[in-house]
């Protein structure tokens, strides 16, 4: 059994004029990481269901990718989001969902999977 994430978790949806992806700031919450995780999932918006997964990144990697190939990688905390607190945004990112950023991100951190809680 191969797990992963397929790249176009990456891509911006053109579709609706996305300019960032959304993820959440999991140290924000205290706790052991597997309560952070849940804390994360419970603040999300989205419905996350038994067979859902969450992809832990690291800034910094996410960050020196983005120099790799010369990309205003930024991930910004946002502080005034009322439903979940920890809400981030990935700026930055390449509009092209062919860009090979999208392929390395998937290849760096689609290890990364969590069980959702």
Known sequence: MV?????TLFALRVDISETYLSASFVEF???APDEQIKAAA???PLTVGKDDY???????AVKALGIKH????KVTHVDNNKRNPAY???KGTPPDA???WIAEMADAFGGN???AP
């Open 113 to 115: 999977l969590i069980k």
């Open 3 to 7: 797990v992963g994430v397929h790249p």
């Open 98 to 100: 062919s860009h090979q």
């Open 54 to 60: 969450f992809l832990k990144l690291n800034v910094g």
């Open 29 to 31: 919450f205290d706790g």
């Open 88 to 90: 981030a945004k990935i």
């Open 70 to 73: 010369k990309l205003p990688v």
């Open 42 to 44: 419970d603040a999300t």
